[in-house]
């Protein structure tokens, strides 16, 4: 079956670096993708790996590798406009996108 | 360039009525999505269309749901009879051509179903 399994929860504080990682399993891959929700808002894309390796913008970078079914989000000097759920999602047959249940991330000053 | 738009981004429906839901994707975006998302969950995809066409139904159910996406106007997704457990927020996106891992996502309708 289908599953991404991604941390429910992570707090940070503001200037911190965080990670949220996703492990997936899926019937096909064509890459991983990630996506910040506000309080329930659109989704917008953040970052997307089809290949192996870190892909960096800005103060975000999203790393995979398709070996271990594994991916990352890193955030860096984390700010309190962060606070948002991050999901990451699999591109499975070119089309739709799968998506993990999401990790609330919580920043404090 | 306007984004995905999605209207009514409210909707109170009775149990039994009829649902409608309206995406107008991302301009010179020929591919929508519809998702739907319950409260501390991720989006679960439901149905993949392109104009005139549905390519992938395979997330939605298979009876009261249905979804077009004519020559002309936005897309529609259809809820017949609702029941409560239909009361979710229910997300549209656009991609361009063949880039379906960039989506453009709407802001969203939430049903409530009473």
């Known amino acids: 079956g289908q599953s991404l399994e991604q941390p429910s929860e992570v707090t940070a504080v503001e200037g911190a670096i965080v990670q949220i990682n996703c492990t997936y399993q899926t019937s096909g891959f064509y890459g991983l993708s990630w996506y910040q929700q506000h309080d329930g808002g659109a989704p917008t894309f953040l970052s997307y790996n089809a290949l192996d390796g870190l892909e960096e913008t800005g103060r975000f970078s999203s790393f995979l590798s398709r070996s271990d079914s594994y991916g990352y989000l890193l955030l860096q000097e984390l700010q309190m406009k962060d606070s948002a759920s991050y999901f990451c999602?699999?591109?499975?047959?070119?089309?739709?996108?799968?998506f993990g249940k999401g990790t609330t991330l919580s920043v404090s000053s | 360039n306007a984004g995905v738009m999605q209207n009514p981004r409210h909707l109170v429906r009775r149990r039994g009525q009829e649902a409608r839901l309206r995406c107008s994707p991302m301009k010179g975006h020929s591919h929508v999505y519809w998702y739907r998302q319950l409260p501390e969950e991720g989006l679960k995809f439901m149905v993949y269309l392109q104009k005139e066409n549905i390519i992938d139904e395979s997330g939605m159910p298979k009876e009261r749901f249905s979804a077009e996406f004519p020559k002309e106007g936005p897309s529609i997704l259809r809820i017949q009879q609702v029941v409560r457990g239909d009361s979710a927020a229910y997300f549209c996106?656009?991609?361009?051509?063949?880039?379906?891992?960039?989506?453009?996502f709407g802001p969203g309708t939430r049903l409530t179903v009473t």
């Open positions: 996106a656009s991609s361009p051509e063949s880039v379906g891992h960039e989506q453009y």
């Open positions: 999602a699999v591109n499975e047959a070119g089309t739709a996108l799968i």
